[in-house]
């Protein structure tokens, strides 16, 4: 995981909109897609995705098998979903994860930080929030 990481910094926002959707479930796309879009061949080049032919329009982008384990959990694709209607605060984001069964929230967070699917926006000396990339 840590070269995946490493690679992730150097992606570009699409690619990086396309990883979190790839993260949540494969994606079905039509042939000049899967060949000519720039996050896809970013996403392929670097070996986070792979492509296969469904039929002669249809192409499906999933993640490899060695990141399968990667996939999103319910409760994962929940806070993504909660982030992308608006931010969070950092300090509401421990009791979010109480109500919603995380104990241990810290390791969950790391782990979105990690994939580049979560950042951490604002100023220490103010307020700092969890945004999506």
Do not use: C
């Amino acid at each position: 995981m840590a070269n995946s990481e490493d690679l992730l910094k150097k992606m570009s926002v699409e690619a990086l909109v396309l990883w979190r959707q790839v993260l949540r479930e494969p994606i079905v796309m039509p042939h000049w897609e899967a060949t000519g879009v720039k996050a896809v061949k970013e996403l392929k080049e670097a070996g986070l995705v792979t492509i296969s032919r469904l039929n002669s329009i249809r192409w499906e982008m999933d993640l490899p098998s060695s990141y399968r384990s990667l996939r999103f959990s319910k409760l994962q694709k929940k806070l993504v979903d909660r982030l992308t209607r608006n931010s969070m605060l950092l300090a509401q984001f421990p009791e979010w994860s109480r109500q919603n069964g995380i104990e241990n929230w810290l390791p969950f967070m790391k782990r979105l930080v990690d994939l580049r699917i979560v950042r951490i926006e604002g100023r220490p000396s103010k307020r700092l929030y969890y945004t999506l990339y």
